[in-house]
């Protein structure tokens, strides 16, 4: 079993940034891909970005490439979604995802609660 903890969500002014982080824990944590999906409310949980567990590779949607960057630390086990230039549509809860590397959602079998985001128009 892997457990995941996001954190950092909150709300942000149009236009700024917020950084996410998801805290992995438990049995070979370490050895799956990490992933970031969003829902926005009446909305489908889409995919926002993906890393490899070493940290490598990433693959990103398009309609976050050059705003969001991803990162993972290897030895605390946590990946932080660095997000630049915030729109109203990125209002939406976070989740973070532990499985493989893939942009499916069906990839993944470990996703921790959520943690909202909110851009006020």
């Known amino acids: 079993q892997v457990q995941l903890v996001e954190s950092g969500g909150g709300l942000v002014q149009a236009g700024g940034s917020r950084t996410l982080s998801c805290a992995a824990s438990?049995?070979?944590?370490?050895?799956?891909?990490m992933a970031w999906f969003r829902q926005a409310p009446g909305k489908e949980r889409e995919f926002v970005a993906t890393?490899?567990?070493?940290?490598?590779?990433?693959i990103y949607a398009d309609f976050v490439k050059g705003r969001f960057i991803l990162s993972r630390d290897i030895a605390k086990n946590t990946v932080a979604l660095q997000m630049n230039s915030l729109q109203p549509e990125d209002t939406a809860v976070y989740y973070c995802?532990?499985?493989?590397?893939?942009?499916?959602?069906?990839?993944?079998?470990?996703w921790g609660q959520g943690t909202q985001v909110t851009v006020p128009s």
């Open positions: 438990g049995r070979a944590a370490s050895g799956y891909a």
């Open positions: 995802a532990a499985g493989t590397y893939t942009a499916a959602r069906s990839g993944y079998d470990y």
């Open positions: 890393i490899t567990w070493q940290g490598r590779s990433t």
